[in-house]
Every structure is written in C-alpha cells, then in structure tokens.
C-alpha cells in the first residue's frame, strides 16, 4: 500500500496534521500505538472549546473529522521506518507488514519517567501531578507537596509556579541540594522547605494522604507535584538520521521539518512543554508544510511528463482526480 503521507501517532498532534492533509485531498494514513501520554488523566483543560473533556473523548471525535474527509486510521505499532533510494519510505509494522509513503509525520510524543517513589506510580494522573497548567485549578487551595527529582531545574521552578494556585506549599528537595539564594526566593514567595529523603507516599481510602520521609515523619498532604523526566518517543527519528539539537531531542525547522527531506516531527515528541493545543498547532503548521512539499513535487512530475511528451493532464492525474471527485460525492461535497 502507498500513500503520500503516513502519520506515526494519533494524538491531538497526529489528527491534526492527517485533518488538515486529508482536507487538503491527501492520501493520508495514520497508525496508532494505542498508548496515549494522558490515558491517566480524567479530563484536559485549557484547550478551547473542549475545556474538561475527557482526553478520549477528544480523539474520538477527531478520528470521526479525519475518516470524513477520506483519511485512514489504522491500529499497529511501527517497528522501523526506512528511507529508500527513491527518497520514499517504508513503514513496518510489528506485525511484518509494510506500506510506502512519500512523507511521514511523527507524533509519538513523550514518555514520563517518574521519581522511584512508592506511591507516585498509583497516583499518577489523579493526585500526583507534573503540569498545574492542566490540573492546578481543580485542586486549589488543598495542601501540596513537590518532590524534588532528578529534572532539578524543573522541580524548583515548580516549586515556586504551584504556589499560585494553593497558599499551603512545601517543597521536598529529596536528593536536590539547593543553594542559599534558591532557599531565599522560595521561602519569601510562602514555599516552606522541608529537608530530608522522602520514603514513600501515604495513600488512605484511595486518596493522597501524605509525603512520609526516611526517619518516619510524615507530613500530611493533598496533592504532589513531581518533575517527571521526559523522554521522547523518537527511536524511528534516530534511525533515519534526523540531526539533534545541543539539549539531545530532534532539531526541527518552524514547520515541524527535520533535517531528513520527508519528514517531519511534531508535539512533545521533539517540544518537551508541548500542551494539547500547542502541539496540535505545531502539527497543523507542519501539514501545511508537508502539503506544499508535496505540491512542488506533483509540479515537477508535471513538468518531466511535458518534456517527455506526455499530455500535461497524465493518466495519473486523471485517477487520482477521479478518486477524489467520487469521495467528495460520498460525502456530499
């Protein structure tokens, strides 16, 4: 099977792009995992329009919107994807099976690897949390905690950000050795600072209930914030070749393009801070992009064809215009 597009991931970055391709009258594949970042959570938020809706909910309906408009979403886990002599691609699956595609799009997203405190891994998503952005609001004013981890920048900056939603923030450094002035600054801004190895989690009727540390003080609390490290789903961009930035992730252009012609990448998979919304932004920019690269090649077959003789308007041509007239009539365009 070939189609012009293939999109590895089907995230709100994933159906985005394959929405604006296949109304862009694109042959669009898209194939999916199953293994959602946010399958954890109950509801997103901060995303307009969709505030508070449950995170399927929302790939449902976009699935519906992309197979409307022609596109294909298929289920299987992409083992490799080759670039070959033509400068197409090959996509095998897990399962053996392959298809060809002029472009491809990457949208695995990332993975969260969480501190190896017991307790966090159960709670993820619930009342552990990473992003106050998506969740904060919800749990306001209740007593947090922040857990110091091994992304130490991002712990610190947490610690500070929660504080604008509850007025009843400590922050556990845990392994994190924190200097004189970051001490300064947090405690002004109302962050107590509680010194110590944290040993576990408390949990009580299926609830947070507290941060124990290794001398048994336990220290009651509500929610906690962790600073996850965030590893991307990239394997399939490593194997191509894509170039890396100095922070080790994919280097991308504005428009998503990596530095292997034909691919391009787009949601936390090459942006770590990426929101629902955002990496579906960056996704819509990027299927522009992939639609114009495109664009220039079917000109310059156009263009060979006349020079060879052939009729500007191929037999090609006319088949592919044929499919998309017949599809449009289906769907009462």
């Not at 959570?41 to 409307?68: K, T, W, Y």
């Not at 998506?134 to 991002?154: D, K, M, S």
């Not at 961009?237 to 080790?248: F, S, T, V």
Request: with cysteine.
């Amino acid at each position: 099977m070939s189609f012009e597009v293939v999109i590895i991931g089907a995230g709100p970055a994933g159906l985005q792009a394959a929405l604006v391709l296949a109304r862009a009258r694109r042959r669009v594949l898209v194939l999916d995992a199953g293994q959602p970042r946010n399958a954890a959570a109950a509801h997103l938020h901060g995303f307009l329009s969709r505030d508070g809706m449950e995170p399927g909910e929302l790939l449902r309906i976009g699935r519906e919107e992309v197979m409307a408009y022609g596109g294909q979403i298929r289920s299987g886990t992409v083992e490799a994807v080759d670039r070959l002599d033509s400068g197409s691609f090959a996509v095998t699956l897990a399962r053996g099976e392959r298809v060809d595609a002029d472009t491809v799009l990457v949208a695995t997203g990332l993975r969260d690897e969480l501190p190896a405190v017991p307790g966090i891994e159960s709670r993820w998503g619930r009342d552990v949390l990473h992003c106050p952005y998506c969740h904060g609001y919800e749990v306001a004013e209740q007593p947090f905690a922040v857990l110091g981890g091994e992304n130490r920048p991002f712990s610190i900056h947490q610690a500070g950000l929660v504080r604008r939603w509850s007025s009843d923030v400590i922050f556990f450094p845990d392994t994190i050795v924190l200097s004189d002035e970051e001490r300064e600054r947090l405690s002004a801004f109302g962050v107590r600072i509680i010194d110590g190895r944290v040993n576990h989690i408390a949990v009580t009727e299926d609830r947070v209930a507290g941060v124990v540390l290794a001398d048994g003080t336990s220290i009651p609390r509500s929610v906690v914030f962790v600073g996850p490290r965030f590893l991307p789903r990239d394997d399939m961009l490593k194997r191509l070749g894509c170039e890396r930035a100095d922070n080790g992730w994919v280097r991308t252009d504005a428009t998503g393009a990596t530095t292997v012609p034909g691919v391009w990448a787009a949601g936390n998979v090459v942006d770590s801070p990426a929101q629902i919304i955002s990496a579906a932004g960056s996704a819509y920019m990027a299927a522009v992009a992939i639609n114009h690269y495109l664009l220039a090649a079917d000109i310059d077959r156009a263009v060979a064809g006349v020079r060879r003789g052939e009729t500007a308007f191929s037999a090609e041509m006319e088949r592919r215009v044929c499919e998309l007239v017949l599809g449009d009539r289906r769907h009462g365009m």
